[in-house]
């Protein structure tokens, strides 16, 4: 059973259809299909081509790409800081389990937004770096 999205202007939204929630989905699972693709160092670009794609045409579809983005920045954030730890040779063991943590984050953020994108809900993730809206 779809209940309606309130809105924050005070009116009700209609609940997402299958296709924005498919694309929605895709957006949350586009950085870990971008980020196996390319070895880890894409995974922005998945979401970010959902983003650009839906901006104008599902506001729903918006916020996962833009979301999963935003997130992915800060996924970034510590893997850059893991490798500037790693070369001052003493911080080896704080980057790799700062390594560790953004990629188990990443997983388990990602896969629970697409869960609850499936189920036409939206998803606010931890940690963004708010770039896209």
């Not at 009700?12 to 299909?33: D, K, N, Q, Y």
């Not at 893997?79 to 911080?91: E, K, M, Y």
Request: overall charge positive; aromatic content about 14%; proline content about 5%.
């Amino acid at each position: 059973m779809t209940h309606p999205i309130p809105n924050p202007y005070g009116h009700e939204l209609s609940a997402p259809s299958g296709e924005e929630r498919t694309w929605a989905v895709l957006g949350h699972l586009a950085a870990i299909i971008a980020a196996v693709v390319s070895v880890g160092w894409l995974s922005f670009v998945g979401p970010l081509l959902i983003w650009a794609l839906y901006k104008d045409r599902s506001a729903f579809v918006r916020r996962a790409a833009a979301g999963a983005f935003n997130f992915n920045l800060a996924i970034w954030a510590m893997i850059i800081v893991g490798w500037i730890l790693f070369i001052t040779v003493i911080g080896i063991p704080v980057a790799v389990l700062l390594w560790i943590v953004a990629g188990i984050a990443g997983l388990f953020f990602h896969i629970r937004a697409a869960v609850k994108a499936n189920r036409g809900e939206s998803y606010s993730y931890p940690w963004q770096i708010r770039v896209l809206s």
